[in-house]
Nanobody
Framework: QVQLVESGGGLVQAGGSLRLSCAASGRISGSYVMGWFRQAPGKEREFVAAIRWTLGSTYYADSVKGRFSISRDNAKNTVYLEMSSLKSEDTAVYFC?????????????????????WGQGTQVTVSS
């Protein structure tokens, strides 16, 4: 397992942008899938986006498609989540997650149970 540390959260006005970073310590091998989840107060943790480490293929929740972009920097062992056109409903704690075990499962079918390492979370608050 790897250790994950998120950063970049904060307060932003609706329509604004933020970039979240997730720095991983430890070696990320080619089989890894990296993901972002979020949890709003009183709600369950929900999938936001995921990326396969080697292939770079991505998948997004419908609620963020076209507004958010996930990417990775292999040399820095870091995953990013670029968020734009932010809405008040994007307010949540955002968590970075890693799945180390190889899987052929579509990222669109993955849930939080598929990931085995988690960061501590970073708060994103969008004011309307």
């Amino acid at each position: 397992q790897v250790q994950l540390v998120e950063s970049g959260g904060g307060l932003v006005q609706a329509g604004g942008s933020l970039r979240l970073s997730c720095a991983a310590s430890g070696r990320i091998s080619g089989s890894y899938v990296m993901g972002w989840f979020r949890q709003a107060p009183g709600k369950e943790r929900e999938f936001v986006a995921a990326i396969r480490w080697t292939l770079g293929s991505t998948y997004y929740a419908d609620s963020v498609k076209g507004r958010f972009s996930i990417s990775r920097d292999n040399a820095k062992n870091t995953v990013y989540l670029e968020m734009s056109s932010l809405k008040s409903e994007d307010t949540a704690v955002y968590f970075c997650a890693a799945r180390s075990r190889p899987t052929a499962r579509s990222m669109g079918l993955m849930t939080s149970a598929d990931f085995d390492s988690w960061g501590q979370g970073t708060q994103v608050t969008v004011s309307s």
